[in-house]
């Protein structure tokens, strides 16, 4: 059996801009896969691909073994696409924003499985509300029944959770696991949330700047890292000299007033450090025992986060319904 999703030596550019440079990936047939990174890394761009949006400028993709650009309609037949804004109609019922799906889709035998679909959703009973009134977690689940009226073998979850409070975004993490669960599909999940991907993932790939950088298991990528990571901010400015020669300082990364230190033992490190720095000098002392941040600070020598470019998914999912007319 094929793999759920290939990608071998993949190259997008746009201009002289290069969003994806020649990735590899593969996903497994029934697994939730995470592709971790900050906006503008490529994960978008990537999923534009496999969904048959853009070509690739070189390398290739598949989907269920069919070829993204010389299958691109049947393709589209086999995916599902959840967006981090909720896309609905707000005028029409949940009922009817699934006929527009079942008539993009070319669906005929449809309202069964939507029923079905609802009522797995705990929507049963709204089916002919409009979607105006819906909470937000009703509206994401409504997503997910769109996603799945077709019957997909693949779906992508782009930054599903972007924006959702912690409620929210938790009731979607039990949503995604019990569809996967329950459905039998394949999930390529896309976030910069570092949880998300703990929480969630069976495997991981960091992508950064258009690359894949490592790939594994949450446990096996934190295994590697094997070092904890403690992080100073001095009042001053100090002289690095002396804090490199500590013993069992492995290596110090200094921004300004920043400091972090990969050390091996933190119980037996951070003492000497400590020892080392006048106590007027310290403002703030953090210890990050390995993780998924850890590992991403570690292999990009920066923080997941910061300020992001917003996407344009209305545009995005527009593109992608009309292209399955």
Not at 7 to 17: E, N
Not at 27 to 39: A, C, H, K, M, T
Not at 142 to 147: F, G, I, K, S, W
Request: glycine share 8%; proline share 4%; aromatic share 6%.
């Amino acid at each position: 059996m094929s793999d759920a999703i290939e990608v071998h030596h993949l190259t997008q550019r746009y201009g002289s801009f290069t969003a994806l440079r020649d990735v590899d990936l593969s996903v497994r047939q029934g697994e939730i896969f995470g592709l971790l990174g900050p906006n503008g890394a490529g994960k978008t761009t990537l999923i534009k691909v496999l969904t048959g949006l853009v070509p690739p400028s070189e390398g290739s993709a598949s989907i269920a073994g069919l070829d993204v650009v010389a299958q691109e309609r049947r393709v589209k037949a086999r995916v599902g696409w959840v967006a981090s804004e909720v896309i609905l109609d707000d005028d029409l019922s949940a009922m009817e924003n699934l006929w527009i799906q079942a008539r993009l889709q070319n669906l005929t035998n449809w309202k069964e499985r939507a029923r079905d679909l609802l009522q797995y959703l705990g929507l049963q009973d709204r089916a002919d509300w409009r979607v105006s009134k819906f909470s937000t977690g009703m509206r994401k689940k409504l997503e997910v029944a769109l996603a799945l009226l077709h019957e997909p073998s693949v779906i992508f979850m782009d930054e599903p959770t972007i924006g959702l409070d912690a409620a929210t975004r938790r009731m979607l993490w039990d949503l995604i696991r019990n569809i996967h669960r329950e459905y039998g599909v394949t999930v390529l999940l896309t976030t910069h949330y570092i949880e998300e991907a703990d929480a969630l993932c069976e495997r991981v790939a960091v992508i950064d700047l258009g690359r894949i950088i490592r790939t594994g298991t949450p446990s096996e990528l934190k295994a590697q890292l094997g070092i904890d990571v403690i992080e100073i901010e001095t009042v001053g400015v100090l002289d690095p000299g002396p804090l490199r020669a500590i013993e069992g300082v492995q290596d110090v990364r200094v921004d300004g007033h920043r400091w972090t230190f990969k050390v091996r033992e933190a119980e037996e490190v951070l003492p000497r450090i400590l020892a080392a720095i006048p106590t007027r000098e310290l403002r703030r002392v953090n210890v990050e025992r390995p993780s998924l941040e850890t590992v991403f600070l570690e292999l990009t020598g920066r923080r997941l986060g910061g300020d992001e470019t917003p996407v344009d998914f209305r545009k995005f999912y527009g593109q992608l319904l009309r292209t399955r007319r």
